[in-house]
């Protein structure tokens, strides 16, 4: 069994240095890494070609593309891997040690298996970390036990998974009209799974090096806002949950607002 590593790369130069030395740590050897770097401006690539210039271009691959968006970057990936197993992370992650070796071993003792999934763990330990985590827990049913399933399946993130190539090649990847991150993982999976595949989530953990401060979750209402493909029961569960993050959210925008009416 093979893996091929694919993160699509946009300007970062801050986080991809750590994400590229997890990478090369891996446990499990045989493997390669394919960087899409989608139109970076910043110094990303000029840390890229130092990292591919010790481990070697068997190991490292570095692809070049304009800015298509990461939809676009890791269709361009896949259609490079020469993998049996495709994993996806991104830029500002930093995998453990295990983490191929660990997808392997499910991979093996469940071969009807289309992808593995594990949890995005956040890097800090303030209340917007922390309401993540309970989120992960109590409505994603993330906890320390292997879940196959189909599409409640609670996976889908591509900060960390792995699916077979020819099941990827079967539903053609990444639809590209996702030009942001905003979805085109889940839209991957529901693809998928409308297939009748199986997917499995497995208690291993990717740290997500952000701030989780106040501005990165206006990003994340501004990319993604609340997902729509959920039940009524799901959707009640994650405003509750989210209480405590839209209430100031709001009153930001509130006041960011009457400031912005005045000036």
Known sequence: MKFTIIVPVYNAEKTIEACLKSLLSQDYKSYEVIIVDDGSTDNT???????QDKAGEEKIRIIKQRNKGPAAARNNGIKHAT???IAF???DCIVPVNWLSSFKKIYDNYPYLAGIGGILEPSKHNWVANLERIKNRKLYGMNNK???S???CPIGGTNNISYRKEVLDSVKGFDENFPK???EDFDLKLR?????YKLAFAPIKVIHNEPYDFDYLLRQFAKRGIPFRISNKHLFLKVLILLPIIVPTLIYKVI???IKSKA
């Open 192 to 196: 998928i799974c409308s297939k009748g």
């Open 150 to 152: 189909g599409k409640d």
């Open 256 to 258: 960011a607002y009457k």
């Open 83 to 85: 993998g049996n197993i």
């Open 146 to 148: 292997l879940i196959i």
């Open 45 to 51: 690539y000029d840390i890229l070609k130092k990292y």
């Open 181 to 183: 991150p905003a979805g």
């Open 89 to 91: 992370t991104d830029a």
